[in-house]
Nanobody, 123 residues
Framework: QVQLVESGGGSVQAGGSLRVSCAASGRTFNRYAMGWFRQAPGKEREFVAAVSWSGGRTYYADSVQGRFTISRDSAKNTVYLQMNNLKPEDTAVYYC????????????????WGQGTQVTVSS
């Protein structure tokens, strides 16, 4: 009932910035938290960041704390992930997820997922 579409991925040099977006459609999710996960080749999917429905509370993985910022625009049904000071180890497919009233770092908790957008960071 909820469709999520990521965009904004691409290639960037280490130290650069990218902003990925996730647009939601389908049934409303006014009180759903939104999360970002990523999966690198040969690695397990890992939690990156999450934001509450209001946008007033955020949570970040230690690996991206201080470099990434998650935000949402409820009027546009869109969540963003601003990624600064990118590192080669940030290279992964980035996925957005929703469907929970409270965020979770466990990917298996989320019922709705986007198709992912590739982020590649070169040295």
């Amino acid at each position: 009932q909820v469709q999520l579409v990521e965009s904004g991925g691409g290639s960037v040099q280490a130290g650069g910035s990218l902003r990925v977006s996730c647009a939601a459609s389908g049934r409303t999710f006014n009180r759903y938290a939104m999360g970002w996960f990523r999966q690198a080749p040969g690695k397990e999917r890992e939690f990156v960041a999450a934001v509450s429905w209001s946008g007033g509370r955020t949570y970040y993985a230690d690996s991206v704390q201080g470099r990434f910022t998650i935000s949402r625009d409820s009027a546009k049904n869109t969540v963003y992930l601003q990624m600064n000071n990118l590192k080669p180890e940030d290279t992964a497919v980035y996925y957005c997820a929703t469907g929970l009233t409270y965020y979770s770092t466990n990917s298996r908790s989320y019922p709705y997922w986007g198709q992912g957008t590739q982020v590649t960071v070169s040295s």
